[in-house]
């Protein structure tokens, strides 16, 4: 049983969420509400890696953020480290590759609410941001909720792009799916019965709890009109 | 600077009418204008331009001597620049937030416990908007618009989301309310009564233009047009034409029928009759000649519809004329169905509008 493997899943689906939450909020509120008739293409980029296969992404990534790369030199510069094979390397991989995980359960969730509730808000003299933290955020839990326990999700059971950016690093970048491939790899069944048992437990448990709280959540804000 | 809001602008929404419209509110006053017209006139589009929903394609507004658009210059000020108070048709209270917290959302100052105890909402302060009734809401509306202190309210037909009781008792009620705050308000609604009801001034707005604008009585009674005579709600319009002018009457005929009315409508010889069917009265006995001041016609009765204690009588003189009577007094004259009367219009009622 590979304990430091589910640790580090779980550490790299934790940031993975936090950054995709802070990205993924702005980037569906643009997708939503801006006017750009040319919005459709970056909705194409966001839902891309919903169909490429995880190597063909990560293979990209790699390039991008490898060490002769504008981005890998800066980081480099930055933090005189790589990001390939790292987990940073990793974590900007994931939050790639989760990225429609987020940014449609949220721009679904901000497309259903009532345009009159904001433009309330502004003509009370609410500026723009203050909006979406008082009026659009609040009515919009439950699809924030969404977006973020699939991303969670997504990112725990990544297996392709990891082995692309990250490689089979143990502590480092060697995540729970890795090891079970390693497992059978190396012929050890049981060791990859139990660590498979434990992320069917886990991702049951997440997607359990996520539609529990849908429900309470909208009892308690049903949607306007209701 | 004078001290007016001052409306003019154009905007074309895509598939649309242009909406065209321009007008005065004084702010001092504390006025309520009344902007009338059939569903799907553009008003809405107008109170939206003013508040800063949606911009205009060109034109400008001004209220007092702050500039909100001016398309020439490049101006446009956002929606919380303005501080107007808009109030949508269906009120658009925050579902997530109590009575008390929808009415403090965009409060200035300390206004709000004021504001709770002055609509009546005290009680309901720590209720979310789903446990109110549509009075209830709107109050809560009007109070949260208040509190933010605005220079000017808009009010997008805030009694057409209410059952038809509640409907009557919130137009005292919003009358009373806007009396009692002093800012000057512009009231969308396509409703006769809602207008004379609230209304100081009126705004006629036809396929997105505005047509007639002015004291309330003086455009009802006196529409400029015969699209505005069928806004207003006058129930008989029919193309006439100038007989003969002489010391402010005009003899009129339509249909070989002839009327004498008030003459206003200057020069022209093909015009339109107005008459409102309250002013036509009904006499049984088929005597009498026609004097200068008042047009007897001999007519035959189409149809008797009842409207709650009135009753609306459709009359064949010529032409198609309806008339107003209480039920009553249509039952004490036995008004059925063929029978032949005498349909009774003073000249003075009678309103001519130019044609074409």
């Given at each position: ?17 936090l ?15 801006s ?53 940073q390397?990793l974590?900007v ?21 009532d ?38 999700a ?36 049981a ?36 | ?128 908007p ?34 038809a ?38 705004a ?51 249909a ?39 047009n ?13 204690p ?47």
């Amino acid at each position: 049983m590979e304990w430091q493997a589910l640790w580090l899943s779980l550490r790299l689906s934790f940031w993975t969420t936090l950054i995709l939450l802070a990205i993924g909020l702005p980037a569906a509120y643009w997708l939503t509400f801006s006017p750009r008739r040319w919005k459709f293409l970056v909705e194409a980029v966001v839902a891309l890696p919903l169909v490429l296969p995880p190597t063909v992404l990560g293979f990209y990534i790699l390039l991008a953020i490898g060490p002769h790369s504008p981005a890998g030199r800066l980081y480099a510069a930055l933090t005189g480290g790589m990001l390939p094979f790292s987990f940073q390397g990793l974590l900007v991989a994931s939050v790639l590759y989760s990225l429609p995980f987020a940014v449609q359960p949220f721009t679904s969730g901000f497309a259903a609410m009532d345009r009159k509730l904001i433009e309330a808000s502004w003509c009370l003299g609410v500026s723009r941001g203050a909006t979406f933290f008082r009026v659009i955020v609040p009515l919009s839990i439950p699809s924030i909720v969404t977006g973020m326990i699939l991303s969670f999700a997504h990112t725990l059971g990544e297996f392709g792009v990891v082995l692309m950016v990250g490689g089979n690093l143990a502590g480092i970048t060697r995540t729970v799916s890795i090891s079970i491939f390693d497992d059978v790899q190396s012929l050890d069944y049981a060791a990859a019965m139990h660590t498979s048992l434990l992320l069917l437990g886990i991702s049951f448990l997440v997607l359990a709890a996520t539609y529990g709280l849908r429900r309470r959540v909208r009892a308690v804000w049903p949607p306007y009109g209701q | 600077m004078d001290n007016d809001l001052a409306v003019d602008v154009r905007k074309r929404h895509p598939g649309g009418p242009e909406i065209a419209a321009a007008l005065r509110l004084p702010l001092d006053k504390h006025a309520l204008m009344v902007l009338f017209g059939p569903s799907g006139a553009g008003k809405t589009t107008v109170l939206r331009l003013i508040a800063g929903l949606d911009t205009p394609d060109a034109g400008s507004i001004q209220c007092g001597d702050e500039v909100w658009y001016d398309g020439a210059r490049g101006i446009r000020l956002a929606p919380q620049e303005r501080r107007v108070g808009y109030l949508s048709q269906d009120y658009a209270i925050f579902p997530h937030l109590t009575v008390r917290a929808n009415v403090a959302y965009g409060a200035r100052g300390w206004a709000v416990q004021g504001l709770l105890a002055r609509f009546e909402l005290s009680e309901l302060a720590d209720r979310y908007p789903r446990q109110l009734s549509g009075g209830q809401q709107q109050r809560v509306a009007l109070a949260r618009a208040l509190a933010a202190q605005p220079r000017l309210l808009l009010l997008d037909e805030p009694l057409s989301a209410l059952d038809a009781p509640t409907r009557l008792r919130m137009r005292g009620d919003l009358r009373q309310l806007l009396a009692g705050v002093q800012i000057p308000a512009i009231l969308v609604t396509h409703d006769r009564n809602e207008a004379l009801a609230l209304g100081d001034s009126i705004a006629i707005m036809i396929d997105g233009k505005l047509r007639q604008a002015g004291a309330v009585d003086s455009v009802f009674d006196s529409p400029a047009d015969a699209d505005v005579a069928e806004a207003v709600g006058i129930e008989t319009i029919c193309p006439a034409r100038v007989v003969s002018r002489s010391a402010g009457l005009v003899t009129v005929e339509i249909a070989g029928v002839r009327l004498v009315a008030v003459d206003i409508a200057g020069e022209s010889a093909d015009v339109f009759a107005c008459i409102r069917a309250e002013s036509v009265t009904i006499e049984r006995n088929a005597s009498g000649n026609a004097t200068s001041a008042r047009n007897r016609l001999a007519a035959r009765i189409v149809s008797v519809i009842p409207e709650g204690p009135l009753a609306r009588v459709t009359l064949d003189c010529g032409f198609r004329l309806t008339a107003i009577v209480t039920r009553q007094s249509g039952e004490e004259m036995g008004l059925r169905e063929g029978e032949q009367v005498t349909a009774v219009v003073k000249a003075t009622s009678i309103r001519i509008v130019p044609r074409g």
